[in-house]
């Protein structure tokens, strides 16, 4: 069955980096485009980075020229490296995929900003 397995949060001082990983299983990885949404406390789960298939990239405006998605097909992973992290930026994050008519989620991982 389709898994999507995060790694990768934890606490960072504003200003720093993390780097996030989502491992996937049971489906053709290659084939898809892959997202990442993250869900702040009390706040809707918002859409933050997309990679098609082909590794072509969108972001959401307010993480624009600090965050990068990526994937390696060959290792069936998505990666979303964090740069001049911000406390508006603590929430939990999610990796997602749509294979079909169905969406798949990974069980999230947590990353908080603050000094």
């Known amino acids: 069955q389709v898994q999507l397995v995060e790694s990768g949060g934890g606490l960072v001082q504003p200003g720093g980096s993390l780097r996030l990983s989502c491992a996937a299983s049971g489906y053709i990885f290659s084939i898809y485009a892959m997202d990442w949404y993250r869900q702040a406390p009390g706040k809707q789960r918002e859409l933050v980075a997309v990679?098609?298939?082909?590794?072509?990239?969108n972001y959401a405006s307010s993480v624009k020229g600090r965050f990068a998605i990526a994937r390696d097909n060959a290792k069936s992973t998505l990666y979303l490296q964090m740069n001049s992290l911000k406390p508006e930026d603590t929430a939990v994050y999610y990796c997602h995929s749509r294979i079909g008519v169905n969406d798949y989620w990974g069980q999230g991982t947590q990353v908080t900003v603050s000094s």
């Open positions: 990679i098609s298939s082909r590794s072509n990239t």
